[in-house]
């Protein structure tokens, strides 16, 4: 798993795909986390809007930053909205 122990610069960026959105996080131009598709469901579909998909990478990035799993729950995108 990532670790912020020396407090590096991680950033979100949204990212247009052909079918929909996704999000990177990166860290010193790094490729940390690429998510192209929602995750937890059982569809292979991107985020309808680049506003989805940058609410559920704040969340991935916030749990980065305390050390914790950078996973997705379904109870998770049910609270952020997150249409699919």
Request: glycine content about 4%; overall charge positive.
């Amino acid at each position: 798993m990532f670790s912020c122990q020396r407090e590096e610069k991680l950033e979100l960026h949204a990212i247009q795909l052909t079918n929909g959105w996704g999000y990177v996080i990166t860290s010193q131009h790094r490729t940390i986390i690429r998510q192209q598709v929602i995750p937890v469901i059982a569809e292979n579909k991107s985020f309808a809007s680049e506003d989805d998909a940058l609410k559920v990478g704040q969340n991935v990035l916030s749990k980065i930053k305390q050390n914790l799993s950078p996973t997705t729950t379904l109870q998770e995108l049910e609270t952020l909205k997150i249409r699919y």
